[in-house]
């Protein structure tokens, strides 16, 4: 059974602190591992990565996989009051129907 | 703007009295999934359709149901719903293709009395 596990479960930042959330996991056949960023609500899609290997950038944000280690991590520079959230990771394993995998999440608290 | 959309966002019911969520979605994607999310956890797989072909996870409750009546809509049916079944049910969507991404809907908070 594919399984993804996130560190640290909780995370308390100030404004302007850099900060890396951690993904790893175990799967039978890697699609690909996607992050999400969920306030109050349902989740957003922050960036799908594939086993080509390449960053992902948006803004601030920013994402690595690293299929040798079986793990990817999510960074956030100069962090916000409005980053505050839980960043889920979810594995897209070997099913064909795209069923997504997801970890417990990393519930971040970015103080003024 | 397409999008997911979930109806009601906040449903109370009482222990046992059925209950129906619904969603629709302006993407004409052919896949949807129900997920069921509890606080402080991971969101849950429930079932997923493609296209018309409904498929249950393995360790779905028998007192949840689903219907997809077209490609916009699908509706999640609680049958006898108790205590535990409260939580945040959310709607996903994702085109049929090799992508991965699935878009969410709102959620809908169950409560159960």
């Known amino acids: 059974e594919d399984k993804v596990v996130q560190s640290p479960l909780s995370l308390v930042v100030h404004e302007g602190d850099t900060v890396t959330l951690n993904c790893s996991y175990e799967?039978?056949?890697?699609?690909?591992l996607l992050w999400y960023k969920q306030e109050k609500k349902a989740p957003t899609f922050l960036f799908m990565l594939?086993?080509?290997?390449i960053e992902k950038k948006s803004g601030r944000l920013s994402s690595i996989l690293d299929k040798k280690e079986l793990s990817s991590i999510l960074n956030i520079t100069a962090t916000q009051t409005g980053d505050s959230a839980i960043y889920l990771c979810?594995?897209?394993?070997?099913?064909?129907?795209?069923?997504?995998?997801f970890g417990q999440g990393t519930i971040l608290t970015v103080h003024p | 703007d397409a999008m997911v959309i979930q109806n009601p966002r906040y449903q109370v019911t009482q222990f046992g009295k059925p209950v129906t969520l619904s969603c629709s979605q302006t993407?004409?994607?052919?896949?949807m999934y129900w997920y069921q999310q509890k606080s402080s956890q991971a969101p849950k797989l429930l079932f997923h359709?493609?296209?018309?072909?409904?498929?249950n996870e393995a360790d779905t409750p028998d007192n949840f149901q689903s219907r997809r009546p077209n490609t916009s809509f699908c509706f999640l049916d609680i049958r006898s719903p108790g205590l535990g079944d409260a939580a945040m049910y959310l709607c996903?969507?994702?085109?049929?293709?090799?992508?991965?991404?699935?878009?969410f809907g709102p959620g809908t908070r169950l409560t159960v009395l």
């Open positions: 979810a594995l897209a394993g070997g099913t064909s129907y795209g069923k997504l995998t």
């Open positions: 996903a969507t994702r085109d049929g293709g090799s992508r991965n991404e699935q878009f």
């Open positions: 359709y493609y296209d018309k072909d409904f498929n």
């Open positions: 799967v039978t056949n890697f699609r690909s």
């Open positions: 993407l004409n994607h052919n896949v």
């Open positions: 594939t086993s080509s290997g």
